[in-house]
């Protein structure tokens, strides 16, 4: 194995490659509750090149490969379940383009969302892309990969569908383009008219290939950016009024938050409502169109708006919400994990329930912010548990109760996301037999040695 | 639980009814049909007025016999399961002020300040006004008056939580406690003896304080030379006779008080309350007739006693052009001394990109 770690050094510099103890330690964990697995090399290419020449070894070696961005999506998925090689993509940071009239970035596989956020500030302020709610570290790439979602989900869809194009470096090798970009120099659709590649790695959390370049769709960045908060206490009425917001296409965001703590929002559901205009008057219709579609609650006693004061604001209005971070350590020892099944909207209330009765349970502290996913389609719903990481008794409790919510999801209709490798195996235990069928060929013709992120996606 | 002193004789006897006829969102000229509604309120039989009211607290004020009309509203719609507005909204309020346990002091003497539960003052009280005085303070759920359960018809809750919290004060062993925010003056000189709670420390308006320790300072005071609109809130309408010190702090430091139409017994609340009670096209427009005033009578600055108010109309009054402060800052100002609140910017493009030196296609 030392020649792997000599080829790797020959590769990428011997700055970038390390086998030793603190790396591999480091490497080998997630912030979640997966247990750890230590990998035998983490690496730091800097070009697709070296990405290919590393992937290239690999397969010579049979050496396993997992790539990893931010490593924050908390279900282990860059935990090299079988040793191996980590390929850290932080130092691939490069924005690549941003073209204005097609409204796209291209960006290297390690560029952060935090560092784009900088970037379009900086240099297209009337331009944005979608803000996840993780860390500002949390990178584009990752975050497509895992289907994630944030401050644009509620009009354009998952972050995935907002992808515009790949660069691809396959498990055998190749270098590989995905959509408009294969064969025009403008990277402005990931598929059509094309036949859409892309699904060939988003969602496969790197067991199919290593995501180099990606573009991604920009938005306009409106003038003004406005909260509204709405609350009820009648849970049921939560899906009819996500259908009756998500009716006037107004609403940029749609967040739906159910916390005890703190204790003001006990037994209140709040709807975290956020608005954008170039005018006054632009949001001033708006704001009037979202008070006039749940006018009917307003009337009934059942709901209302609360208003937000200017000190409220600015926690409201950030982006990323610093409230996960808060909620993390609400059990004090920073321990914090959420089941995020996508699930239809009309299934709200009875995960609420759920996520009440496994936290009395499991006597466990719970939150869930809940996003409204294109145009009221579907909702991420989070089973969200604190813990303290120095309590394992309770970090036990909290595994327990997740795998419990990722149970009843799969059975109340939902589909994990971005499921640890106990859920995907749930998930393909489901799965139409020909889906999964479907799946393993890919896996083999994408993956042929099986030295991508082994263990995730794997059809029995 | 403490009751409600209400003299139904007074109210019998009364031939103003000023709480119905001066109020400013109710139409009751007729003086007949004011006094028919009233005393169906006070026998507990169904009235428009139960639904109507928006809770601006205003017929404390008007009434001439002191007979706390507003409260036996209040009684009445509690009474009467009216949700003066939406039931969640009403929770959360009842949620979020709940004395948790936690005493939050500073370092108490027997004067002290009351920052009710409102964490503005914490910007606010800075520099020589507060000197002596600025680490004895209380603050949180524990001293918090509950005056706002008027609003949303919970006498119950102020009858319930208020003899503790008065107790909480005087554990503190606190005899005079300066009131930064007027509700805590007014449940204190008004709503606890309506309901026979005795107050065993002396309350003081924070405006009677900075009158007399801005005539202490009245050598280093430079007269801004201002003209200001005053913004009364709710809950001055329990203390009225406090009124006087906005005039007379004005003359001291040199502003003038634009006589327009809002404001005195005639000023319209700043709306939010009734926001969330009843809408926001009547909101909007209270708000839109409130600050026109304003603008018309030629107001620079609008002077804010409550920071709930400042919360609710500061960015709309300086969307018009008038500078929106807090008493508290616009005599720090005449002190020379820098105002600590600051606007907050969000939602305001235009302030915004110039403070932050960015243009806009």
């Known amino acids: 194995m030392s020649d792997v770690y000599e080829a790797l050094q020959k590769i990428v510099g011997e700055d970038y490659v390390s086998n030793r103890a603190e ?31 590393i992937i290239k070894l690999a397969n010579r070696e049979k050496v396993p490969v997992t790539p990893k961005g931010g490593g924050l999506a908390l279900t282990g998925l860059v935990i090299p379940l079988k040793g ?281 502290i719970y939150a869930s912010a809940t996003r409204v996913i294109d145009g009221g389609h579907s909702m991420m719903f989070s089973f969200s548990y604190t ?50 069928i479907l799946m393993k060929k890919v896996k083999q013709l994408l993956d042929p040695n099986g030295i991508m992120n082994p263990g995730n996606w794997e059809v029995k | ?99 948790v346990g936690r005493f939050i002091v500073g370092k108490v003497e027997e004067k002290a300040l009351s920052y009710c539960f409102l964490p503005q003052f914490n910007t606010l009280v800075k520099g020589k006004l507060f000197d002596g005085i600025a680490l004895s303070v209380i603050f949180g759920q524990e001293f918090f008056c509950n005056a706002v359960y008027l609003h949303y018809a919970k006498a119950s809750v102020i009858k319930d939580r208020l003899p503790k919290i008065v107790e909480n004060i005087k554990s503190q062993g606190i005899k005079e406690l300066v009131c930064l925010h007027d509700e805590c003056y007014g449940t204190f000189t008004s709503l606890a003896p309506a309901y026979g709670i005795d107050i065993p420390f002396k309350p003081i308006h924070y405006y009677e304080y900075m009158y007399n320790r801005l005539k202490e300072l009245k050598d280093l005071i430079k007269p801004l030379n201002i003209k200001a609109a005053y913004q009364r809130n709710c809950s001055a309408r329990l203390c009225p006779e406090t009124d006087h010190y906005v005039d007379d702090i004005f003359g001291l430091i040199g502003v003038e008080r634009v006589k327009r139409e809002y404001d005195r017994d005639n000023a319209l609340c700043c709306a939010e309350t009734i926001r969330m009670a009843k809408g926001p096209a009547m909101a909007d427009d209270l708000q839109k007739k409130n600050i026109d005033d304003m603008v018309k009578f030629g107001a620079k600055y609008c002077v804010f006693n409550c920071p709930a108010c400042y919360d609710s109309l500061a960015e709309k009054v300086a969307k018009a052009g008038i500078d929106p402060i807090h008493m508290i800052d616009l005599c720090r100002l005449a002190l020379g001394e820098e105002r600590g609140q600051k606007l907050h910017l969000e939602g305001m493009p235009v302030l915004r990109a110039a403070m932050e030196d960015r243009q806009y296609e």
């Open chain 2, 1 to 99: 639980m403490p009751e409600l002193k209400f003299d139904k004789t007074k109210c019998a006897e009364c031939k103003a009814i000023s709480c119905l006829v001066k109020c400013q969102y109710m139409d009751f000229k007729d003086r007949d049909r004011a006094k028919k509604e009233w005393q169906k309120v006070i026998n507990g039989d169904n009235s428009s007025v139960l639904e109507a009211c928006t809770t601006c607290y205003a017929c404390e004020e008007y009434c001439p016999f002191g007979n706390h009309p507003f409260y036996m509203l209040v009684e009445r719609q509690e009474e009467k399961g009216i949700l003066p507005a939406p039931r969640p909204i009403i929770k959360m309020w009842i949620n979020q002020c709940q004395p």
């Open chain 1, 387 to 436: 813990f303290n990481r120095a309590n394992p008794d309770e970090m036990k409790r909290a595994k327990v109760a997740l795998d419990e919510a990722a149970e009843f999801a799969l059975e109340e209709d939902g589909v994990i996301w971005k499921p640890n490798i106990n859920e995907q195996q749930m998930v393909m235990e489901r799965m139409d037999q020909n889906t999964l």
């Open chain 1, 23 to 53: 790396e591999r330690y480091f490497y080998g964990r997630d912030p979640g509750l997966m247990p750890p697995h230590e990998p035998d090399y983490v690496v730091m290419p800097k070009t697709t090149e070296e990405v290919q020449e």
């Open chain 1, 84 to 364: 191996g090689i980590v390929m850290d993509m932080k130092r691939m940071d490069m924005i690549l383009e941003v073209n204005e009239k097609s409204r796209y970035v291209i960006v290297e596989a390690g560029v952060t969302h935090g560092a784009l956020k900088s970037y379009l500030q900086k240099h297209h302020f009337h331009l944005r892309h979608s803000i996840p709610d993780s860390p500002p570290i949390a990178t584009i790439v990752a975050n497509a990969v895992i289907h994630g979602q944030g401050r644009l989900t509620q009009q354009r869809g998952f972050n995935s569908d907002m992808v515009s194009g790949l660069e691809v470096v396959l498990g055998t090798g190749e270098i590989c383009r995905i959509g408009s970009c294969a064969l025009s120099s403008q990277w402005f659709s990931k598929g059509p008219p094309l036949p859409d590649l892309s699904g060939l790695f988003l969602g496969w959390f790197g067991s199919t290939g290593v995501i180099t370049k990606l573009g991604m769709k920009l938005y306009p960045c409106k003038k003004i950016r406005e909260v509204m908060l709405f609350l009820t206490d009648k849970v049921d009425l939560v899906p009819e009024i996500i259908r009756k917001l998500t009716h006037t296409e107004m609403v940029e965001d749609i967040v739906v938050a159910a916390q005890p703590i703190p204790p003001r929002f006990e037994g209140i559901v709040s709807i975290l409502l956020f608005i954008t205009g170039d005018s006054e008057e632009e949001i001033e219709f708006k704001r009037r169109m979202a008070w006039e579609a749940l006018m009917v609650y307003f009337e009934s006693r059942d709901g209302g708006f609360v208003s937000v004061t200017p000190n409220m604001k600015p926690a409201l209005l950030a982006m990323p919400s610093k409230d996960t971070a808060k909620f993390a350590d609400v059990s004090k020892g920073g321990g914090f994990e959420y089941s995020g099944p996508i699930a239809p909207i009309d299934k709200y209330p009875a995960y609420l329930e759920k996520l009440e009765e496994l936290a009395l349970k499991y006597k466990l």
